[in-house]
Each structure stands twice: as structure tokens, then as C-alpha cells.
């Protein structure tokens, strides 16, 4: 079992990308991806902070939230997928909990996450 962990591991190893940065539960994030419509190619930016971490490997992903207009809307990303741009932090906050799914039924001033 251990060397299939490690045959798996090695062959994942070169797919993953290093050119991004440690993102962590509670960060305000902003994530570029590229929008490919028909023959056009563009960037689509989504800011957020990040609800949820999944950390398997190469299938890691993340789950970004923001409130539009009232209306919370959230979305994932796979981490090292060839879609992603750039990941920027735009500020780091603190939170007690590995998900923040319990900020789906919070609004207004009760949203608000502390920053470190």
C-alpha cells in the first residue's frame, strides 16, 4: 500500500504547480482564470475569501465566497488546474475553524471576519 502512495505521489509530483501561493482558510483572495468563448481567450477575475480547503494531492481545491448585490455567491476552484491564472492574497484574517460553512446564514456586520 505504501508503495502505491509513493508511485502515486511521484507521478503527480512534476503536474503540480509551484508558481502560486499558500492559501489558507479565511484569506481574501482574488483568482484569475482564463474564459475560453469560441476562438476569444480572456481573464475572469473572482474575489473572495476562501471558505474551504480540500487538500488531496493534485485534486486539491478550494471553495471562494463573496455577497453580490445581497446574494451570496460561492464558487470552487481546483488548485493546480491549467484554468488558474494567478492567485493574489489581498488580506489575510483569522479563523478559528478549517470550514466556514456557518457564514452562509450570516449577514451584514455578522460576515465580517477579523483580520490578523
Given at each position: 500500500m505504501k508503495n502505491l502512495h509513493k508511485?502515486?505521489?511521484?507521478?503527480e509530483q512534476p503536474q503540480m504547480r509551484s508558481d502560486?501561493?499558500?492559501i489558507k482558510v479565511g484569506d481574501e483572495v482574488q483568482v484569475d482564470t482564463w474564459i475560453i468563448e469560441n476562438e476569444r481567450k480572456r481573464?475572469?477575475?473572482?474575489?473572495?475569501?476562501?471558505?474551504?480547503m480540500r487538500n488531496r494531492g493534485l485534486s486539491s481545491s478550494f471553495r471562494v465566497r463573496r455577497v453580490v448585490k445581497g446574494e451570496g455567491?460561492?464558487?470552487?476552484?481546483?488548485?493546480?488546474?491549467?484554468?488558474?491564472?494567478?492567485i493574489q492574497i489581498k488580506k489575510s484574517q483569522s479563523v478559528?475553524?478549517?470550514?466556514?460553512?456557518?457564514?452562509?446564514?450570516?449577514?451584514g456586520k455578522a460576515a465580517r471576519l477579523k483580520d490578523k
Open positions: 508511485f502515486i505521489t511521484m507521478f502560486l501561493p499558500q481573464i475572469q477575475s473572482f474575489q473572495g475569501f476562501v471558505m474551504c455567491v460561492e464558487r470552487a476552484f481546483p488548485l493546480h488546474g491549467p484554468m488558474i491564472h494567478t478559528r475553524q478549517a470550514k466556514l460553512y456557518y457564514m452562509r446564514d450570516l449577514f
